[in-house]
Protein backbone atom coordinates (compact mmCIF):
# COMPACT_ATOMS: atom_id res chain seq x y z
CA UNK A 1 0.00 0.00 0.00
CA UNK A 2 1.17 3.62 -1.05
CA UNK A 3 2.10 5.73 2.06
CA UNK A 4 3.46 9.70 1.53
CA UNK A 5 4.86 11.29 4.37
CA UNK A 6 5.71 14.31 4.75
CA UNK A 7 8.09 16.55 6.85
CA UNK A 8 8.27 18.62 8.83
CA UNK A 9 4.60 18.85 9.97
CA UNK A 10 4.74 22.80 10.54
CA UNK A 11 7.15 25.16 9.65
CA UNK A 12 7.85 28.68 10.40
CA UNK A 13 10.13 31.15 9.24
CA UNK A 14 10.66 34.94 7.77
CA UNK A 15 9.53 36.58 5.10
CA UNK A 16 11.83 36.76 2.22
CA UNK A 17 13.50 33.10 3.04
CA UNK A 18 13.50 30.53 0.71
CA UNK A 19 11.97 26.88 1.70
CA UNK A 20 12.01 23.64 1.13
CA UNK A 21 8.89 21.25 1.81
CA UNK A 22 10.05 17.44 2.04
CA UNK A 23 7.26 14.61 0.58
CA UNK A 24 8.23 11.06 0.42
CA UNK A 25 6.58 7.95 -0.75
CA UNK A 26 7.24 4.05 -0.80
CA UNK A 27 6.18 2.90 -3.97
CA UNK A 28 7.93 4.35 -7.08
CA UNK A 29 4.84 3.31 -9.21
CA UNK A 30 3.48 6.13 -9.61
CA UNK A 31 0.98 8.48 -12.41
CA UNK A 32 1.77 11.34 -11.07
CA UNK A 33 2.16 13.68 -8.87
CA UNK A 34 0.29 16.97 -7.47
CA UNK A 35 1.20 20.06 -4.77
CA UNK A 36 -1.64 21.65 -3.69
CA UNK A 37 -2.39 24.38 -0.99
CA UNK A 38 -5.23 24.64 1.59
CA UNK A 39 -5.98 27.25 3.33
CA UNK A 40 -8.21 26.80 6.74
CA UNK A 41 -11.41 25.54 6.29
CA UNK A 42 -11.16 25.72 2.61
CA UNK A 43 -10.57 23.29 -0.30
CA UNK A 44 -7.68 22.83 -1.93
CA UNK A 45 -5.78 24.83 -4.82
CA UNK A 46 -3.39 23.03 -7.13
CA UNK A 47 -0.25 24.34 -7.72
CA UNK A 48 1.79 21.97 -9.58
CA UNK A 49 1.59 18.62 -11.22
CA UNK A 50 4.29 16.48 -12.21
CA UNK A 51 4.17 13.52 -14.91
CA UNK A 52 5.76 10.14 -13.31
CA UNK A 53 8.17 11.26 -16.85
CA UNK A 54 9.48 14.58 -15.48
CA UNK A 55 11.59 15.42 -13.07
CA UNK A 56 10.60 19.02 -12.08
CA UNK A 57 8.18 21.48 -13.27
CA UNK A 58 7.62 25.29 -12.20
CA UNK A 59 5.02 28.19 -11.35
CA UNK A 60 6.28 31.28 -10.38
CA UNK A 61 7.96 31.51 -7.58
CA UNK A 62 7.20 27.24 -7.32
CA UNK A 63 9.60 24.70 -8.06
CA UNK A 64 8.64 21.16 -7.61
CA UNK A 65 11.25 18.09 -8.38
CA UNK A 66 10.44 14.22 -8.48
CA UNK A 67 12.82 11.75 -8.05
CA UNK A 68 10.71 8.40 -8.24
CA UNK A 69 14.20 5.79 -7.77
CA UNK A 70 14.23 7.71 -4.49
CA UNK A 71 10.68 7.68 -3.54
CA UNK A 72 11.16 11.73 -2.90
CA UNK A 73 9.15 15.16 -4.17
CA UNK A 74 10.39 18.73 -2.57
CA UNK A 75 8.15 21.59 -2.98
CA UNK A 76 10.70 25.08 -3.03
CA UNK A 77 9.06 28.14 -2.35
CA UNK A 78 11.23 31.29 -2.97
CA UNK A 79 11.52 34.49 -1.65
CA UNK A 80 8.54 33.71 0.93
CA UNK A 81 5.88 36.36 1.28
CA UNK A 82 3.15 35.91 4.12
CA UNK A 83 0.59 35.23 1.50
CA UNK A 84 2.27 31.55 1.47
CA UNK A 85 0.56 30.36 5.14
CA UNK A 86 -1.20 27.76 4.09
CA UNK A 87 -1.17 23.81 4.36
CA UNK A 88 0.97 22.70 1.12
CA UNK A 89 -0.31 18.72 0.86
CA UNK A 90 1.51 16.20 -1.28
CA UNK A 91 -0.60 13.68 -3.44
CA UNK A 92 -0.04 11.14 -5.94
CA UNK A 93 -1.68 8.70 -8.14
CA UNK A 94 -0.52 5.26 -7.96
CA UNK A 95 0.13 2.73 -10.72
CA UNK A 96 -1.42 3.25 -14.07
CA UNK A 97 -3.64 6.86 -12.97
CA UNK A 98 -6.79 4.55 -12.22
CA UNK A 99 -7.19 5.59 -9.11
CA UNK A 100 -7.49 8.54 -6.81
CA UNK A 101 -4.94 10.28 -4.69
CA UNK A 102 -3.45 9.39 -2.23
CA UNK A 103 -2.17 12.29 0.71
CA UNK A 104 0.71 13.03 2.86
CA UNK A 105 -0.45 15.00 6.15
CA UNK A 106 0.53 18.36 4.84
CA UNK A 107 3.02 20.54 6.25
CA UNK A 108 1.75 23.92 7.97
CA UNK A 109 3.62 26.88 7.01
CA UNK A 110 3.66 30.47 8.87
CA UNK A 111 5.60 33.36 7.26
CA UNK A 112 5.78 35.77 9.80
CA UNK A 113 6.12 39.27 8.34
CA UNK B 1 -18.56 29.64 -13.42
CA UNK B 2 -15.17 27.98 -13.81
CA UNK B 3 -14.24 26.01 -10.93
CA UNK B 4 -15.30 22.96 -9.18
CA UNK B 5 -18.40 23.59 -7.19
CA UNK B 6 -20.22 22.05 -3.93
CA UNK B 7 -23.78 22.46 -1.96
CA UNK B 8 -24.42 22.40 0.77
CA UNK B 9 -21.19 24.82 2.67
CA UNK B 10 -22.16 23.37 5.49
CA UNK B 11 -24.52 20.80 7.01
CA UNK B 12 -25.61 20.16 10.64
CA UNK B 13 -27.68 16.95 11.41
CA UNK B 14 -28.63 15.14 13.84
CA UNK B 15 -27.27 11.06 14.44
CA UNK B 16 -29.04 8.79 12.70
CA UNK B 17 -30.41 11.00 9.61
CA UNK B 18 -29.51 10.92 6.06
CA UNK B 19 -27.57 13.40 4.51
CA UNK B 20 -26.64 14.21 0.55
CA UNK B 21 -24.43 16.34 -0.78
CA UNK B 22 -23.96 17.78 -4.49
CA UNK B 23 -20.81 18.02 -6.67
CA UNK B 24 -20.83 20.08 -10.01
CA UNK B 25 -17.51 19.69 -11.85
CA UNK B 26 -15.73 21.38 -13.93
CA UNK B 27 -18.12 21.02 -17.59
CA UNK B 28 -17.01 18.83 -19.97
CA UNK B 29 -14.01 17.20 -16.89
CA UNK B 30 -15.33 13.55 -17.48
CA UNK B 31 -13.87 12.16 -14.05
CA UNK B 32 -14.99 13.05 -10.80
CA UNK B 33 -13.87 12.41 -6.81
CA UNK B 34 -14.87 12.38 -3.34
CA UNK B 35 -12.49 12.34 -0.43
CA UNK B 36 -13.09 12.93 3.13
CA UNK B 37 -11.11 15.09 5.39
CA UNK B 38 -10.90 15.18 8.83
CA UNK B 39 -8.96 17.51 11.45
CA UNK B 40 -5.33 17.52 10.60
CA UNK B 41 -4.81 14.84 8.08
CA UNK B 42 -4.80 14.85 4.27
CA UNK B 43 -7.67 14.32 1.82
CA UNK B 44 -8.62 10.33 2.02
CA UNK B 45 -9.93 8.59 -1.26
CA UNK B 46 -13.89 7.63 -0.87
CA UNK B 47 -14.59 6.71 -4.84
CA UNK B 48 -14.56 8.42 -8.31
CA UNK B 49 -16.32 8.02 -11.63
CA UNK B 50 -15.68 7.82 -14.99
CA UNK B 51 -18.09 9.75 -16.75
CA UNK B 52 -21.31 7.99 -14.99
CA UNK B 53 -19.67 5.07 -14.41
CA UNK B 54 -18.48 4.30 -10.84
CA UNK B 55 -15.24 3.35 -11.24
CA UNK B 56 -14.23 2.44 -7.71
CA UNK B 57 -16.31 2.09 -4.82
CA UNK B 58 -14.54 -0.15 -2.08
CA UNK B 59 -13.38 2.89 -0.39
CA UNK B 60 -16.41 4.08 0.71
CA UNK B 61 -15.88 3.71 4.10
CA UNK B 62 -19.50 1.55 4.74
CA UNK B 63 -22.36 0.54 3.37
CA UNK B 64 -24.28 3.60 4.67
CA UNK B 65 -22.29 5.74 2.29
CA UNK B 66 -23.42 5.89 -1.40
CA UNK B 67 -22.27 7.65 -4.46
CA UNK B 68 -24.07 8.66 -8.30
CA UNK B 69 -23.65 10.36 -11.13
CA UNK B 70 -26.37 9.67 -13.00
CA UNK B 71 -26.00 11.59 -16.21
CA UNK B 72 -22.45 12.20 -16.17
CA UNK B 73 -22.96 15.50 -15.05
CA UNK B 74 -23.33 16.32 -11.49
CA UNK B 75 -22.23 13.91 -8.76
CA UNK B 76 -24.17 13.21 -5.10
CA UNK B 77 -22.60 11.63 -2.42
CA UNK B 78 -25.50 10.18 -0.02
CA UNK B 79 -24.92 9.14 3.73
CA UNK B 80 -26.96 7.03 5.86
CA UNK B 81 -27.98 7.12 9.17
CA UNK B 82 -25.12 9.51 10.32
CA UNK B 83 -22.69 8.68 12.97
CA UNK B 84 -20.69 10.96 14.74
CA UNK B 85 -17.33 9.80 13.40
CA UNK B 86 -18.85 10.98 10.01
CA UNK B 87 -18.35 14.37 10.88
CA UNK B 88 -15.48 15.69 8.63
CA UNK B 89 -15.08 17.76 5.28
CA UNK B 90 -16.25 16.06 2.44
CA UNK B 91 -14.49 17.35 -1.02
CA UNK B 92 -15.08 17.08 -4.86
CA UNK B 93 -12.86 17.00 -7.50
CA UNK B 94 -12.59 16.74 -11.03
CA UNK B 95 -10.07 16.08 -13.89
CA UNK B 96 -9.62 15.24 -17.28
CA UNK B 97 -8.15 12.16 -18.04
CA UNK B 98 -6.72 13.22 -21.06
CA UNK B 99 -4.42 15.94 -19.30
CA UNK B 100 -3.07 13.73 -16.98
CA UNK B 101 -5.89 13.61 -14.45
CA UNK B 102 -5.03 16.59 -12.85
CA UNK B 103 -7.62 17.23 -9.78
CA UNK B 104 -8.95 20.77 -9.22
CA UNK B 105 -11.03 20.48 -5.97
CA UNK B 106 -14.11 22.22 -4.92
CA UNK B 107 -14.66 24.20 -1.58
CA UNK B 108 -15.82 21.20 0.30
CA UNK B 109 -19.63 20.53 2.16
CA UNK B 110 -18.26 20.64 6.27
CA UNK B 111 -20.58 18.07 8.00
CA UNK B 112 -21.58 18.29 11.53
CA UNK B 113 -23.41 15.13 13.40
CA UNK B 114 -24.69 16.24 16.95
Known amino acids: KQEVTQIPAALSVPEGENLVLNCSFTDSAIYNLQWFRQDPGKGLTSLLLIQSSQREQTSGRLNASLDKSSGRSTLYIAASQPGDSATYLC????????????FGKGTHLIIQP | DTGVSQDPRHKITKRGQNVTFRCDPISEHNRLYWYRQTLGQGPEFLTY????????KSRLLSDRFSAERPKGSFSTLEIQRTEQGDSAMYLC????????????FGPGTRLTVL
Open chain 2, 93 to 104: ASSLLEFYNEQF
Open chain 1, 91 to 102: ALIPGGGADGLT
Open chain 2, 49 to 56: FQNEAQLE
